[in-house]
């Protein structure tokens, strides 16, 4: 990569004779694992010195053989381990002076100022605590004699800082704590299990979830299944709740659904504080409508399995970002937290999201629960809103009446989350008082006219199904476009919805070409991005990238440990993404690969020969396993056979090689919970500005829209969703290789490479920046987080 003057590269800080310590405290969560093995490897990158201080608080007030020196090897295989491999643990005696004053001089002893604390806001908050006393630990130390005046001297300073490792998602400033997306999973595995019976026997679940303070899992998986009913403690139900909620659920059975769900959080609350049990919920149920209830109680299996790949590259670039801000700390720095605002990482000062977490738990204590909800931040916010819009059904009399037709359709590739991001757009629309018009198998079934009415009840229990039900092909509409137009004049389409990859964008350009000749193209027209290549400009994110990127990872572990116990082996894996290499080099970095080869980033025979002894360098040491991915098209010559039979070859007497190709598999599957949510916040979204383009673009008694603004791709641009016109896209896209010109997921390559050992440049023009916590207002809920 080469270096220019407007970007700044991490050469330039040096951590030699510097020692930073990481300690993970509180409630273990899944990916903290890989925090800590990414803080190791860029420690001991940069030159300094790294510890593991094992047990938490605890263990560095006992010193000894908890605090020991960690080796590039010690964090070997740990990336797709749940939990804390070097352990947790509430301390009280870290909570007296005595014991802060201890763990102080096993500290200094070691001559470490730099810790990296992996926890929740009380561990934070003992951080910053033990950071403010430092100056006057050491002095009471020099007095007792343990240290002399020149150790006080060297080490005057201790710098903090924290990532926030938590299931619960309840630290603001933060869009996601580490951990919170495979809780997530861990539920949604069980809610879509629990359907299967609960539809067998016409039976309702109540679900309890963990979340003492904070609502977070019980909303998200809400949203992400569907739910009939949640309670969580920021947003306590209306008096009179009970009855609503039983004639919700007895409506539902009347309409022919054999199954409820009601999803609550361990903390959940009525007006009065009073906490609401998942018992007294079932008793609830079975009292006022007599159904079959039954209740189940998730408890720790969502702290448990294996982390997501979204925790594991949260937690990885966090890691990274953690060391970064250690190196770039003065005396006077305040202790920071790394966080995760949009798709971006940002530093914040620590005791600002500590009061601010605090005062959400005041607020609701002060029953002032329109501000916790504020407080808790734009993405719960907008969680929120958007499951009350899409799980409660107004009466009809109460609909606006917009005399608006608005179609939704699929284009190219099947991709996991398109059902959600349907659902949500259909009862979106429906709440806005649009009629919804499904069509199936893309501008195919469009042109040929296979569109129908699509209702409210049409589209319960899509959340969680992949693929795609309305069907999706790749046909582009310029060869039948007399035929669309016909269909949009048939049935008097206003607006146009297109849930699709690559191609999606391509028939929207294609449409506004056609507006010149054809007034029914002056509609507004709308793009969600959605494929697994994660190939379509104007977007960070896509829908269904997410539940590929899982697949990778959960094939490449399998893989892994297929190889334990046997000699020495490297495993050559083809991913897919068409020219895109974001699986390829994403899934890479969450899977812990050696190598990631990809079309954007060129490579030769002297590249591969490099690979090759640079893996049989490790093999050497103490490393046992390999891992290689191959975007499917990132070299014509340099094929998945030729990598493999060279890497054969070249490691013979070293190391053996597997070759696998992962196919369509990556395609397949349930939608992960990232997935379904984005899905269906970025679709109610869209559908609002449908709305708002409808009623702007509405004259003399029909809708004509023919501006540039009118026909746009809503995308996540690192900390915002946008709205962006499509030929505006055209420059910033090769369409010969469909991919965008710019991505910003190449600037997390250099970061693998370097966790697997590699010497390389890391662009850190985004880090650096200490910001401030922003307080959500009604008013800026428009810059929605995307998670």
Known sequence: MAQSDNKKFFENLTGAGKSIAVLTSGGDAQGMNAAVRAVVRMGIYVGAKVYFIHEGYQGMVDGGDNIKEAKWESVSSMLQVGGTVIGSARCKEFRTHEGRLKAAHNLVQRGITNLCVIGGDGSLTGANL???????????????????????????????????????????????????????????????????????????????????????????????????????????????????????????????????????????????????????????????????????????????????????????????????????????????????????????????????????????????????????????????????????????????????????????????????????????????????????????????????????????????????????????????????????????????????????????????????????????????????????????????????????????????????????????????????????????LAAGADAAYIYEEPFDIRDLQSNVEHLTEKMKTSIQRGLILRNENSNENYTTDFIYQLYSEEGRGVFDCRKNVLGHMQQGGAPSPFDRNFGTKISAKAMQWITKKLNECYKQGRVFANTDDSACLLGMRRRALIFQPVVQLKDKTDFVHRIPKEQWWLKLRPLMKILAKYKTSYDVSDSGQLEHVAVNRPNESEATAAI
């Open 130 to 588: 033990f950071r403010e006393e430092w100056s006057g630990l050491l002095a009471e130390l020099v007095q007792q004699g343990l240290i002399d005046e020149e150790a006080a001297q060297k080490y005057s300073a201790l710098h903090i800082v924290g990532m926030v490792g938590s299931i619960d998602n309840d630290f603001c400033g933060t869009d996601m704590t580490i951990g919170t997306d495979s809780a997530l999973h861990r539920i949604i595995e069980v809610v879509d299990a629990i359907m299967t019976t609960a539809q067998s026997h016409q039976r309702t679940f109540v679900l309890e979830v963990m979340g003492r303070h904070c609502g977070y899992l019980a909303l998200v998986s809400a949203l992400a299944c569907g739910a009939d009913w949640v309670l969580i403690p920021e947003m306590p139900p209306e008096d009179g709740w009970e009855e609503k909620m039983c004639q919700k659920l007895s409506a539902k059975r009347a309409g022919m659904k054999r199954l409820n769900i009601i999803i609550v959080a361990e903390g959940a609350i009525d007006r009065n504080n009073q906490p609401i049990t998942s018992d007294h919920v079932k008793d609830l149920v079975v009292q006022c409508l007599g159904f079959d209830t039954r209740v189940t109680i998730l408890g720790h299996v969502q702290r448990g399995g294996t982390p997501s790949a979204f925790d594991r590259i949260l937690a990885s670039r966090m890691g990274v970002e953690a060391v970064l801000a250690l190196l770039e700390t003065t005396a006077n720095t305040p202790a920071c937290v790394v966080s995760l605002c949009g798709n971006q990482s940002v530093r914040l000062p620590l005791m600002e999201c500590v009061q601010m977490t605090q005062e959400v738990q005041k607020a609701m204590d002060e029953k002032k629960f329109e501000e916790a909800v504020q407080l808790r931040g734009r993405s719960f916010e907008n969680n929120l809103k958007t499951y009350k819009l899409l799980a409660h059904r107004k009466p009809e009399s109460e609909l606006p009446q917009s005399n608006f037709n608005v179609a939704v359709l699929n284009v190219g590739a099947p991709a996991a989350g398109m059902n959600a991001a349907v659902r949500s757009a259909v009862r979106v629309g429906i709440s806005e008082g649009h009629k919804m018009f499904a069509v199936s198998d893309g501008f195919e079934g469009f042109y040929k006219g296979q569109i129908k009415e699509i209702k409210w009840a049409d589209v319960g229990g899509w959340t969680g199904q992949g693929g795609s039900l309305l069907g999706t092909k790749r046909t582009l509409p310029a060869k039948h476009i007399d035929k669309i137009a016909e269909q949009i004049r048939i049935y008097n389409i206003n607006a146009l919805l297109v849930i699709g990859g690559f191609e999606a964008l391509e028939c929207l350009l294609q449409l506004c070409e056609a507006r010149s000749n054809y007034e029914e193209f002056c509609i507004p027209l709308c793009i969600l991005p959605a494929t697994i290549s994660n190939n379509v400009p104007g977007t960070d994110l896509s829908i269904g990238a997410d539940t590929a990127l899982n697949a990778i990872v959960e094939t490449c572990d399998r893989i892994k440990q297929s190889a334990s116990g046997t000699k020495r082996r490297v495993f050559i894996i083809e991913t897919m993404g068409g020219y895109c290499g974001y699986l390829a080099s994403v899934g890479g």
